[in-house]
Each structure stands twice: as C-alpha cells, then as structure tokens.
C-alpha cells in the first residue's frame, strides 16, 4: 500500500497516537486488536471493551473516556441500537470517537452527521468503507454572537415585537 492509500488499521492507530489516550474503550473485532495492541506498548492505559452484539449493556461507564474505537459491529446492530451506542458514548462524555462502518444501507452519512460525526476518510476496496470521527474539543465551532455580549440581543429592545 502507499501512503495515499493508507488502510483502515493504520488511519485508527494514528489516530491512537494523536490523542494518546489514557483511557481507550473498543468494540468490534479490528478495535479490539488495535486497543489490545495499544495496551501491550502503554500498559497505563485503562481498556475497555465493550460486547459488539450487545454494546449497550456496557453501559453506564464508570469513567470518561478518551478515545473509542467502533469497528464491525454497527453493521450487525438495530439502528436504533447503534445510534443508542454513538450517542451513550458522546453524552457520557467521551472525548473522541472513531467509528469504521462498512457502507451499508441502514447507515447514510446525515445518520452520522445529526450526531455530531464528521466524515474522515473513505476506503475503497473488496469492501468500501467509511470513517467517521467526532471530538468534543471542536464538536461545535465557536460563535462570534454566542456570548453574554450579544445574548439579550440589546440594541433591538423597543425596535421590533415578535
């Protein structure tokens, strides 16, 4: 393989290098391999892994969590239980999520986008697949007018009536 054409594994495990986390939680077989990996070489790391036939029973999470890595198992889950996993993870306070879905039918990228997900990297091949990342730190972009400043919006009082 070239660089420009990396494969999955390795986009996941830069990833892994890039938030260096303490606490790594997995699902799915290919995650499991790479968090399993990541433990041997940084054996501080609290792994975490979760059923991919029932994720859900994993939860609550007894600690945040830094990363999560999701392969091979939304394919296999309800849509209703897959977006019930993606959203745990986020609202428990998971500070990234990596999730590498093959391109089925039931998952379209607006599933993934109205959960805050952002579009990595597409892989194509035997079996296309996608990437999809969301990180807390830049979830929502700040905003000029979302701030104690502008948010009574003072210069229109007396100007216009809703």
Same mark, same amino acid.
């Given at each position: 393989?070239?660089?420009?054409?990396?494969?999955?594994?390795?986009?996941?495990?830069? !990833?892994?290098?890039?938030?260096?986390?303490?606490?790594? #939680?997995?699902? +799915?077989?290919?995650?499991?391999? /790479? $968090? @399993?990996?990541?433990?041997?070489?940084?054996?501080?790391?609290?792994?975490?892994?979760?059923?991919?036939?029932?994720?859900?029973?994993?939860?609550?999470?007894?600690?945040?969590?830094? !990363?999560?890595?999701?392969?091979?198992?939304?394919?296999? #889950?309800?849509? +209703?239980?897959?977006?019930?996993? /993606? $959203? @745990?993870?986020?609202?428990?306070?998971?500070?990234?999520?990596?999730?590498?879905?093959?391109?089925?039918?039931?998952?379209?990228?607006?599933?993934?986008?109205?959960?805050?997900?952002?579009?990595?990297?597409?892989?194509?091949?035997?079996?296309?697949?996608?990437?999809?990342?969301?990180?807390?730190?830049?979830?929502?972009?700040?905003?000029?007018?979302?701030?104690?400043?502008?948010?009574?919006?003072?210069?229109?009082?007396?100007?216009?009536?809703?």
């Amino acid at each position: 393989m070239t660089a420009s054409n990396p494969r999955p594994e390795e986009v996941l495990s830069g !990833l892994m290098n890039a938030c260096n986390p303490a606490t790594l #939680l997995v699902c +799915g077989d290919r995650a499991r391999m /790479l $968090g @399993q990996s990541w433990q041997k070489a940084h054996s501080e790391t609290v792994l975490v892994e979760l059923d991919a036939e029932n994720p859900n029973d994993g939860f609550p999470l007894s600690h945040s969590i830094d !990363l999560a890595l999701i392969t091979d198992s939304l394919e296999s #889950l309800p849509q +209703g239980e897959g977006s019930l996993l /993606l $959203g @745990q993870l986020r609202n428990f306070g998971t500070h990234q999520i990596a999730v590498l879905v093959a391109d089925p039918e039931s998952w379209r990228f607006s599933d993934f986008l109205g959960l805050g997900f952002k579009r990595l990297q597409r892989f194509d091949g035997n079996q296309p697949q996608t990437l999809y990342v969301y990180n807390i730190a830049n979830y929502n972009h700040k905003r000029d007018w979302n701030n104690a400043r502008y948010w009574a919006n003072p210069e229109m009082w007396d100007k216009a009536r809703w």
